[in-house]
């Protein structure tokens, strides 16, 4: 899937993979590199999870690219049934721990951290949930964006919003070193 969408011979040392997780069961994946950004509902097995991030590490491997992937820190509502509950954490830790496996580094950030990067959301959770498709949608305009998707790609972009932070922070500490 991913492999299929990338140019091999075109390589920038810039281009890196930067996956954004909504691990919820209605939520997705999506990958973002300089080049292209790829993005789908949650699968519907440990495998097929599996699998997705394996395609992604494969390929990093194989033409250098870095990993860099945020998961949504999410918890228990108030109100949500415990099956539902139970599901969502299992869900959450599957991903966690294939990532794990796949040695792509990660880190977990809360919804409200990373929705602060893309300015004031509706309080309302419709309104707010059609607004970040909104805002995935005028980023990716040549890609049908969907409910399940929008939340995933835009923590994919916080995802490389916060590694080009920590990178070029890196290079003005070394600059001031020098």
């Given at each position: ?49 599996s699998d997705r991030l ?92 969907t409910l399940a998707t ?29």
């Amino acid at each position: 899937m991913v492999r299929d969408m990338l140019d091999l011979d075109m390589i920038d040392i810039n281009d890196n993979f930067y996956i954004g997780i909504d691990p919820g069961v209605s939520g997705g994946i999506s990958c973002i590199t300089g080049t292209d950004m790829v993005a789908t509902k949650c699968p519907g097995t440990i495998a097929d999870m599996s699998d997705r991030l394996d395609i992604i590490a494969c390929v990093a491997r194989d033409t250098g690219y870095k990993c860099y992937a945020i998961i949504e820190s999410v918890h228990s509502m108030p109100g949500q049934g415990v099956k539902s509950c139970f599901t969502f954490g299992q869900n959450y830790g599957e991903w966690l721990g294939l990532l794990t496996a796949h040695k792509i580094p990660y880190k977990q950030v809360t919804p409200q951290k990373w929705m602060k990067l893309f300015g004031a959301m509706p309080k309302d959770k419709k309104a707010r949930k059609n607004h970040i498709k909104h805002l995935a949608q005028q980023r990716y305009p040549e890609h049908r964006i969907t409910l399940a998707t929008s939340d995933a790609i835009l923590i994919a972009e916080y995802c490389r919003h916060d590694a080009l932070s920590v990178i070029n922070n890196a290079e003005l500490m070394y600059k001031n070193i020098v």
